[in-house]
Structure formats: structure tokens, C-alpha cells
């Protein structure tokens, strides 16, 4: 459980989707030696990234589980519409606008938004003003030709 707040970071899309930046930063994530949730309000987000985590690359796969699926908890990457942290992440991923709920015991949250979405935009936008009102320490990364570069 981390002591610290958690850090909030928002991550903005511009040069790939959600499928091509996702599993490079949770692959980072178990780097570290943490585990994530993956929060989505859309069950067919779960399905389909269910099913992309296991063969985005032809060389390796993410280890994950739907959080519904028996043994999830022994997961290092649950995938979820739900508010629980059943195996014990220490990084919180919110995709197509999900909120952030409690953020106690998360080291980190992030929230990953398409540049080109306006809905999402304004979504990220509403979420930035809520989680900074709270105290917590937030952060904006855009991404660049070179990779993620922080903006503020």
C-alpha cells in the first residue's frame, strides 16, 4: 500500500491509440515491480483488451485477467469497470473517460485520453480540475516524435 499520494498523471494521445500506448506503459509498470488495474466503464473494453494483451506483439504477451475471472487477484494486470483493487495495484489505469474513484494505495493513476476525441478532451479536462481541487499532485504528459515528454 503506498504511504505516499498518489500521483496522478495524464497522459494525452496524439501520435498513437490507446492500443499501441497501453501496453508499453503497463509493460513499464511490471517493470518496476508494480501491479495495475485497468479501468474501463465499457465491458467490451474489456473484451477486446482482453484479447489484444495477449498478442499485441508477436514476441510477448502481458500477463492480465478480466477482474471477474477466477484467481484475477493473483493477476500483475487486472482489467476492470469495477472500483475494487483486488490484486493489489499499485497503478491505476483510466481509459475512455473512467473515473478515478478512491485513489488511496494507488502509487500512481493514470489517465490516458485520444487528443483527437473532443468528449474525451473535455472529459480529461473536468477530470484534471477535480483530482488538483483534491490536493493530490498531478502532472500532463503529451506525446512526442521522441516519446512522452512532460508539458506541466
Known amino acids: 500500500m503506498a504511504e505516499n499520494p498518489c500521483e496522478v498523471w495524464f497522459y494525452h494521445l496524439e501520435r498513437t491509440g490507446l492500443d499501441q500506448a497501453l501496453p508499453e506503459l ?3 509498470t ?3 515491480g508494480w501491479r495495475a488495474v485497468v479501468r474501463t466503464p465499457a465491458p467490451e473494453r474489456v473484451e477486446h483488451l482482453d484479447g489484444w494483451l495477449w ?3 508477436e514476441d510477448s504477451f502481458l500477463p492480465h485477467a478480466p477482474a471477474e475471472e477466477p484467481g484475477a487477484a ?3 494486470v487486472l482489467l476492470t469497470t469495477g472500483f475494487e483493487n483486488p490484486n493489489d495495484a499499485d497503478a491505476l489505469f483510466l481509459v475512455d473517460g473512467a473515473e478515478p474513484g478512491d ?8 489517465v490516458l485520453f485520444d487528443g ?7 472529459m480529461a479536462r473536468a477530470q484534471w480540475s477535480r483530482i488538483k481541487a ?6 500532463y504528459w503529451k506525446q512526442q516524435a521522441r516519446g512522452w515528454e512532460k508539458q506541466a
Not at 485513489?103 to 493514470?110: D, E, I, K, S
Not at 483534491?134 to 502532472?139: E, H, K, Q
Open 26 to 28: 503497463l509493460e513499464k
Open 30 to 32: 511490471l517493470q518496476r
Open 55 to 57: 498478442s499485441y506483439r
Open 74 to 76: 493473483r493477476q500483475p
Open 103 to 110: 485513489l488511496a494505495g494507488y502509487a500512481r493513476c493514470v
Open 116 to 122: 483527437a476525441d473532443e468528449a474525451q478532451l473535455a
Open 134 to 139: 483534491t490536493g493530490l499532485p498531478v502532472s
